[in-house]
């Protein structure tokens, strides 16, 4: 988790728009922000620092999803990221993997249907290596592998709900795991994108007022 990482050298494309659930006229309406990120490179195989040295494989990005943004590897060990990638696995900032108010659990069902986190949801905690609030492997968390084409696709119907560093609420959709995203079935112009994995392409919707209404 503290092992330091260069500078990345990398490009956020993002939209944000703007929501809030309607209620009725004596209810102060809380906007809930929805964004979408694109390829974030989390252990990337072709990515170079400022310096043109190549990054080490084995590296966790950091991400902030309050502030969608990036965090320095050099705070890796504080509250100012949500979580952080490398190569397929997602780590939240709690448990083992950090100090703040992290968790998360895997919901299945459609992202726009999540308007309301569950109330008997349970949260998880990072116990590296034995587990880990986002489970690890093929067909346990957000993704499946397909071994005869080495292939990583976002599994349909599947939500990261996240409890952020500071205990606030969030939700996201894993798109792609490739740069600039992958169509299926996998055509000749998609070859070249499959060499640019390990970029993840995701939506988010943050709840800043603390509660676990999207």
């Known amino acids: 988790m503290k092992k330091s990482i260069q500078n990345l050298a990398m490009c956020l494309i993002c939209s944000v728009s703007m929501w809030a659930c309607t209620k009725s006229s004596t209810t102060t309406v809380m906007p809930v922000t929805a964004v979408r990120v ?71 069902g459609l992202f726009d249907a999540l308007t309301t986190i569950p109330a008997d949801s349970v949260f998880r905690t990072d116990n590296a290596p034995a587990s880990f609030a986002i489970p690890m492997g093929s067909g346990k968390g957000w993704y499946n592998y397909d071994g005869l084409t080495n292939l990583v696709t976002p599994l349909a119907g599947r939500v990261l709900v996240i409890r952020t560093a500071s205990g606030k609420y969030a939700k996201i959709e894993i798109i792609s795991y490739y740069k600039g995203g992958v169509t299926l079935p996998v055509t000749a112009s998609d070859m070249d994108k499959l060499t640019k994995q390990r970029y993840y392409t995701f939506r988010v919707a943050y709840q800043p007022n603390g509660t676990k209404k999207f």
């Open 38 to 108: 694109n390829d974030i490179p989390a252990d990337t195989v072709v990515r170079l620092s400022p310096q043109g040295a190549p990054i080490t494989n084995g590296k966790y990005t950091f991400y902030s999803i309050e502030k969608n943004a990036i965090v320095p590897n050099t705070d890796s060990a504080t509250t100012k990221w949500d979580i952080a990638f490398m190569s397929t696995r997602i780590i939240t900032n709690s448990g083992t993997s950090g100090i703040g108010q992290g968790g998360a659990f895997v919901y299945v």
